[in-house]
């Protein structure tokens, strides 16, 4: 089992900054993927960014590519979302996941952490 939790959520300007954490307890992550959702009001949740974390390799939705960053520390067991030139319609939800990288399906999820971007 692994447990995740969330953390770096707030209120921020357009074009502000936030980085959000994902603490990973429960066993080591290896051949593992940990990835970012977001959930808006109203609106189905959709994929951010997801990185492996053995060899590091990063994807990104075409909404934030140039924008977010998604790293891991591995010492840590920990991955980051870095988030700037924010703006309101990133205002969502925030959560992390994780899943075998055999596996489709995330198994594991966080509770999520609110960003909100003011105009």
């Known amino acids: 089992q692994v447990q995740l939790v969330e953390s770096g959520g707030g209120l921020v300007q357009d074009g502000g900054s936030l980085r959000l954490s994902c603490a990973a307890s429960?066993?080591?992550?290896?051949?593992?993927?940990m990835a970012w959702f977001r959930q808006a009001p109203g609106k189905v949740r959709e994929f951010v960014a997801a990185?492996?974390?053995?060899?590091?390799?990063?994807s990104y939705a075409d909404s934030v590519k140039g924008r977010f960053t998604i790293s891991r520390d591995n010492a840590k067991n920990t991955a980051y979302l870095q988030m700037n030139s924010l703006k309101p319609e990133d205002t969502a939800v925030y959560y992390c996941?994780?899943?075998?990288?055999?596996?489709?399906?995330?198994?594991?999820w966080g509770q999520g952490t609110q960003v909100t971007v003011s105009s």
């Open positions: 996941a994780a899943r075998k990288v055999f596996k489709a399906e995330y198994e594991y």
């Open positions: 429960g066993r080591t992550l290896n051949n593992d993927v």
């Open positions: 990185i492996t974390w053995s060899a590091g390799i990063t």
